[in-house]
């Protein structure tokens, strides 16, 4: 048995509370190396004439990567107390292996064991129940649609009349929202990502100006809530863009800096470094990269910690929206973030919380920062695999259970699981314009645990190039759009919120399948499990399914 | 190269924040198995001509375990953003190891590497200054002086007159702690560290019936004033013991709810499972361990928080106390310790904040909740290797680095570091009464990183079983104490205070020795280093000290 692969540490991804009284224990043993695991557990205080009295249960494998196997249990301890350890067989030995490290015999005293000290409620990682049966579309508003030419701006560009530039602007507004949401409930969709509508410089508006405030060239107060209450109405949740790890210079606390330097009451609102402030050719202030338009906030700040935190606060209490979705999250403090936690589910417990982040995430899923992060890994893994033909189909499973295992289940249950947005090319494009391997990324998003997410446009065929290429304006000449692929999307986003298994509820299992490039894996739920079969290749396939499954190819799926 | 066993995930112990400019970064590698690693970093945002711009340094190889060796590498990221990863050699093969996995080539984008997204001075580990020089000394109230017999319990026992049993009383007191405070600068401590003194039934008052009261058994807050006074006089700091996981059987709310039941104002004060409240077999409410005696607060509940934070203000406020010790502290939730750090430090920035964890503790050292815990695993390897001879030295060496790696260096420079307590055998008794043994375990404790303590009459050779027996009167008669062990424990603080390397600046690096049985460290800091050379056995041994160290056996040992 391979010892140095053998690996545990209580809380994170490896020991946590999944609800108020379960925990889950995962184990990570090498690839192949063990038969079968045993987690030994009981209650720290109950003895017996001096014998701790434990019991043990048989481990789940749950899944493998490249050089891994992970085992998982659920266990509800009576008195929300425990102690554990692991008992390994090969077929040769038997280890035990507690945080003391393995030893040959069971050890006796409990100081040996892993301890999870006390399942408190409150510490656990509880994300909004809906999240997992929502499907979202994201929008960058300046491009999804104008509902009203009095708010264009000057200069501003026909509709889809050419390629997006970096500063071109076309004119799309809320109004152009509320507008086409027949679109969006046609296809199942029930979640609104917008990024940014307050007033900012830029056609992104990333560079906030005004937070309290609507961009003019979007609308004003009265539309959003117009638009958030037809959403409501529809069953559809809107999340909004909270740039606060920067502003855009033309803030007027910056600029107030900018004025009157050491002087101005804001100087601290900012991490400037020297005097007089400059901008090239590196900016001596700390900002978003090196981009001088971005100043960073210094959120370690008591006055800037306050308004920001109430600006998360009033679009929730004034406009009722239903999540935040936070940018460049992880370069904000995380003690910033627990106060902006604690704040906004004070007012609207529901909310959903999601962070930009493109890395390992753990640090800010715990419970007491966000419920979610941009799941990028997802759509890397789904990309490289399906779009690019970078990785083979074993690359695929091993990084998508390597990636589910970093995390507890709960918070996979609602990662946001996208296949492009705003900052990558779009998903078509990524497939070298192949429609099938687009409608085959759908099929996969949408049969995956988290909440998937649709990037505007991708769903009729649009094509694109990293930004400024991804920002086109969106198409809506029926004639022009790819209603083929719409309709294929909207039979599996229908599919999936007719049976949650497809979705958060079913946990992944891989099978294997004879033909190097079908991707075959289980949904396994509670009481029902699916079994998807994905061809990833224009060669046909033959793929036998068990007895007992109904097949969907045809009846089911035509009857979206 | 065995891939299995290279382990690297940041924050926690992997990669943190040393301080608001420096980055650790740490890698774990199989033992013997690698010859060179060095870390690939640079900023995220620093791109020439589409090209990321990073750059390479040697780790170096802190220390090993029985499975593993530790890399170590120090960053000041000049923009307080990283992204990195590591260059493996074996001699045979080059490998990149990053947060993908294993390459052969080094990736050339940002987006493989792992991140460190922002140093947020706010989120670094940041535990008191003051601590890493402190030496420590636990006082059991009850037994430690009777300096008052006017406040002496009915039914006091004299003095010292018998073996303590469970509920003996011996009158010991505040007063009985000035009175003796000679005896502890005389010893060079400049840190006690009281178990409860607030009212309560036992003689142990970890069941706290009144949280704002002295209890009269030990005399009264104008005493508690006076001898805070005279011990910041002597430079000694204060820290008391807050149990906050359950409150005693008589504290008025929990009284309440036995007499109005679900009408109680209180009843939601704890978790009471049914109604009416029954002790036997088992209570039908959580309580510390099966303890009826200790029913554990509802810490979820805003007022039982409300009340208990203001008890951990009052006393840093109106009493200027310098650290608080949390009973039974991973019982508690998070949210609260989070809360509590919060409101205390508030007050007093450089307040103690020590939690009671025998466990794995990463999860509360992370910077928002506690500075340091109870290092029992300290205590157990140094037990088990002098004391016990229950494991060898390349055990008790393999314990120790998988401790210290197990933390940041700073978590490692105010770890709690103590041979015994009130909940242990006294370290003589576990020392089977030889005296030799617990004056090595002293010069161990004393060159260790971290803030050692002595409890109360080890010093002077007292023996006892566990509790009760560690429990016993502290015996003044000169000529029944062992002034022999407590001057060579006086010589090794001083050593300690007057050498700071020899404390918690200096690393430990252990050393090969020819002899079996003798056991050998550097202490290297930043401009000195010492070598300490423990012979671990009643042999003599022959030990070579390289040129260039200044022998101290008898010249510095003798002067102190």
């Known amino acids: 048995m391979l010892k140095e692969a053998i690996y545990h540490r209580p809380k994170n991804n490896y020991a946590y509370a999944y609800n108020s009284s379960t925990l889950h224990i995962r184990l990570r043993t090498k690839k192949d190396d063990v038969d079968a695991v045993k987690v030994i557990f009981g209650d720290p205080y109950t003895w017996e004439k001096d014998i701790w009295q434990y019991s043990k249960s048989l481990m789940l494998k749950e899944g493998s990567d490249d050089l891994f196997d992970y085992w998982l249990i659920e266990v509800e301890p009576e008195f929300r107390r425990l102690r554990y350890g692991f008992e390994l067989t090969d077929g040769k030995e038997t280890l035990f292996y507690t945080e003391r490290g393995f030893y040959k015999d069971v050890p006796k005293h409990t100081g040996y064991y892993f301890c999870f000290p006390f399942l408190n409620g409150i510490d656990v990682f509880t994300a909004p129940d809906w999240v997992k049966d929502t499907v979202w579309y994201q929008i960058f508003p300046e491009r999804f649609g104008n509902g009203d030419a009095s708010n264009d701006p000057s200069g501003v ?15 799309g507004d809320l109004q152009g929202v509320i507008d086409h949401l027949d679109h969006l409930s046609d296809l199942g969709i029930n979640g609104i990502y917008f990024t940014p509508i307050f007033t900012a410089t830029s056609n992104h508006k990333y560079d906030t100006v005004d937070y309290f405030h609507i961009d003019p060239q979007f609308g004003d107060e009265k539309v959003l809530k117009q638009l958030i209450n037809e959403c409501h109405k529809r069953g559809i949740k809107i999340m909004l863009d909270a740039v606060f790890n920067h502003c855009g210079y033309y803030f007027e606390p910056f600029q107030d800096v900018l004025k009157k330097g050491k002087d101005s009451k804001y100087w601290d609102w900012f991490h400037i470094k020297d005097w007089p402030i400059q901008t090239d050719p590196k900016p001596n202030y700390d900002t ?184 086109a304006c969106m198409v809506w000449e029926k004639d022009k759009q790819d209603l083929d692929l719409m309709h294929g999307l909207k039979k599996l986003i229908n599919l999936r919120h007719r049976n949650t298994t497809l979705g958060s509820n079913g946990r992944v299992v891989f099978e294997d399948s004879p033909n190097k490039h079908v991707l075959r894996y289980k949904k396994v739920g509670s009481r029902e499990q699916f079994l998807v079969v994905l061809n990833v290749s224009d060669q046909s396939a033959v793929e036998k399914v068990p007895e007992g499954y109904d097949v969907w190819n045809d009846k089911v799926l035509a009857e979206q």
Not at 157 to 171: D, I, K, M, R, V
Not at 316 to 322: A, G, L, Q, T, Y
Not at 460 to 469: A, L
Request: charged share 25%; net charge negative; aromatic share 14%.
């Open 157 to 171: 560009l026909p509709w889809g009349s050419e390629a997006p530039q970096p500063t071109s602007q076309f004119g």
């Open 288 to 471: 978003f990269a090196f981009t001088p338009f971005m100043p960073k906030f210094n959120t370690e700040n008591q006055e800037v910690k306050e308004y920001l935190l109430k600006v998360g606060t009033y679009w929730v209490e004034e406009f009722d929206i239903d999540g935040w979705r936070l940018d460049v999250a992880n370069e904000v403090d995380h003690s910033f973030w627990r106060s902006f936690r604690s704040e906004v589910k004070r007012i609207k417990p529901d909310l959903y919380i999601l962070g930009e982040i493109w890395h390992d995430s753990m640090p800010w899923l715990q419970g007491d920062q966000f419920d979610a992060v941009m799941n990028y890994r997802f759509t890397t893994a789904a990309l490289d695999f399906i779009a690019k033909d970078k990785i083979d189909k074993q690359d695929f499973k091993d990084e998508v259970m390597n990636v589910l295992s970093s995390y507890p289940h709960s918070v996979n249950e609602v990662a946001f699981n996208l296949l492009g947005s705003h900052d990558t090319p779009r998903v078509l494009t990524e497939c070298g314009g192949h429609k099938e391997k687009l409608k085959l990324l759908y099929a996969l998003q949408m049969t995956f645990p988290g909440s998937p997410c649709v990037y505007y446009g991708d769903e009729i065929g649009m094509e694109g190039d990293n930004d400024p290429g991804c920002r």
